[in-house]
C-alpha cells in the first residue's frame, strides 16, 4: 500500500516538533507502507481529459498512491485544496476530503451545520464592524470568547472579560483590518481552562482527554502548555462526538467539548488533530490506529495476512 502525506514541509525539510508527521512515518515502516511527505509547493496540477492516473511532483510524472492524508489542518490553502480535490477526482482516497476540511476551516459555518442539526454548541456570532457592544452584551454577554474564523492549537482565541476590554479589542483590530473575520462565542465558565478532546476514526470514538491548564489561562491546549489525562468516554461524550465527525464528514477528526455543568457543548472540529499529547497521556498508537482504518476502509491488506486476521481487523473498525 501506497500513501502521501501532504503537509506544509517536505520531507526533507521536516522539523523537529512535527510528531504527528513523524510518527506516522515510523508507523507505516513498522506496517509495511510506503509513506512518503510532499509539500503543496512541489505539486503542479494539469487539468487533461486523457491523463487521469498521474500528476506532477518537482516538474515530474508520478504514480498515484492508494490513499493521502492531509496535514496542514486550518492553514490549508486554496491551492492544496486544489490539489487533494484533483486526487479526488483521480480516485485516490484523501482522509480527510477536501469538502470537510473546508468545512472545518471555516469555523462559523461549522458552528451553522452543527446548530442545523440541533447539537449543543455555545451561542456564536459574526462580528460586523463598527460592533454594536450593546448588542453583544444581549446576544452573547460577557465575558465573550473571541475567535478568528480560522485557526489551531488555540491560536487566534482570546477572552475579553469585560465591555470596556472587549471595545479596546474590537477598536484595534477594526484599525487594523475593519475586513478583519472574527467571531463571537459564548463564554462557557464550567470550562474555564479545561475541556475534552475526543478523537474519532472510521465513526468511532478511540480516545478521549481531559485537557487542563492548571488555573494558568482560560484555554486549555496542550501545545500551549496544558496538561492531559485520561477521560472516561460516556454514552454522551460517544454520541456528540461521533455525530459531531459524521454531520461534518470527517473520517478522523478532533472533536473539542466544553464542560456544560453536568453536560457538554461542541467546541469546535479539526481535520488534522495532533495527537502527541494523547498518545502520551493514554498510552495509545493514534499512528497505527488512523493506517489501520485507512487499510480496512480500502480493504488493501498484506498477502502474508490470513483471512482470519483480515476478519477480525473490520470487525474491530465496525
Known amino acids: 500500500m501506497r500513501g502521501w502525506i501532504i503537509y506544509k514541509d517536505s520531507q526533507g525539510l ?11 512515518l515510523a508507523a507505516a515502516e513498522e506496517e509495511g507502507i510506503d509513506l512518503q511527505v510532499y509539500s503543496p509547493d512541489q505539486f503542479d496540477l494539469t487539468i487533461t481529459r486523457e491523463d487521469g492516473k498521474s500528476i506532477l511532483i518537482d516538474g515530474k510524472s508520478v504514480e498515484l498512491p492508494d490513499f493521502v492524508i492531509p496535514r496542514m489542518g486550518a492553514s490549508t490553502t486554496y491551492f492544496a485544496l486544489a490539489i487533494i480535490r484533483h486526487l ?9 476530503s477536501s469538502q470537510s476540511i473546508e468545512t472545518v476551516k471555516d469555523k462559523l459555518f461549522a458552528q451553522q451545520i452543527l446548530a442545523e442539526c440541533n447539537l449543543p454548541t455555545p451561542n456564536t456570532m459574526l462580528v460586523k464592524f463598527p460592533v454594536n457592544i450593546d448588542l453583544v452584551e444581549k446576544q ?17 482565541v482570546f477572552l475579553s472579560k469585560s465591555k470596556e476590554e472587549f471595545d479596546d479589542l474590537m477598536q484595534l483590530i477594526e484599525a487594523a483590518n475593519p475586513q478583519a473575520n472574527i467571531i ?16 474519532t476514526i472510521g465513526g468511532r470514538a478511540v480516545a478521549c482527554m481531559e485537557r487542563n491548564s492548571q488555573g494558568k489561562n482560560f484555554k486549555a491546549n496542550v501545545s500551549a502548555g496544558g496538561t492531559g489525562k485520561s477521560f472516561p468516554i460516556t454514552p454522551e461524550i460517544e454520541w456528540l462526538a461521533t ?23 461542541i467546541c469546535e472540529a479539526n481535520s488534522s488533530p495532533g495527537f502527541e499529547g ?26 502474508s495476512t490470513k483471512p482470519e486476521a483480515q476478519e477480525k481487523a473490520a470487525e474491530s473498525a465496525a
Request: net charge neutral; charged share 25%.
Open 88 to 96: 479526488e477526482r483521480l480516485g485516490v482516497y484523501c482522509v480527510n
Open 243 to 265: 455525530q459531531t465527525a459524521n454531520v461534518l464528514n470527517l473520517d478522523v477528526a478532533g472533536i473539542d467539548l466544553l464542560f456544560d455543568e453536568q453536560h457538554f457543548k
Open 140 to 156: 452573547i454577554g460577557f465575558p465573550v470568547v473571541i475567535k478568528t474564523l480560522s485557526g489551531s492549537q488555540g491560536s487566534g
Open 14 to 24: 521536516l522539523k523537529q516538533e512535527t510528531y504527528e508527521v513523524e510518527r506516522l
Open 184 to 199: 463571537l462565542q459564548q463564554f462557557v465558565k464550567s470550562s474555564h481552562g479545561r475541556d475534552l478532546r475526543v478523537l
Open 278 to 303: 494523547l498518545e502520551g497521556a493514554l498510552g495509545i498508537d493514534v499512528a497505527k490506529e488512523i493506517l489501520h482504518f485507512i487499510r480496512i476502509r480500502l480493504g488493501i491488506f498484506d498477502k
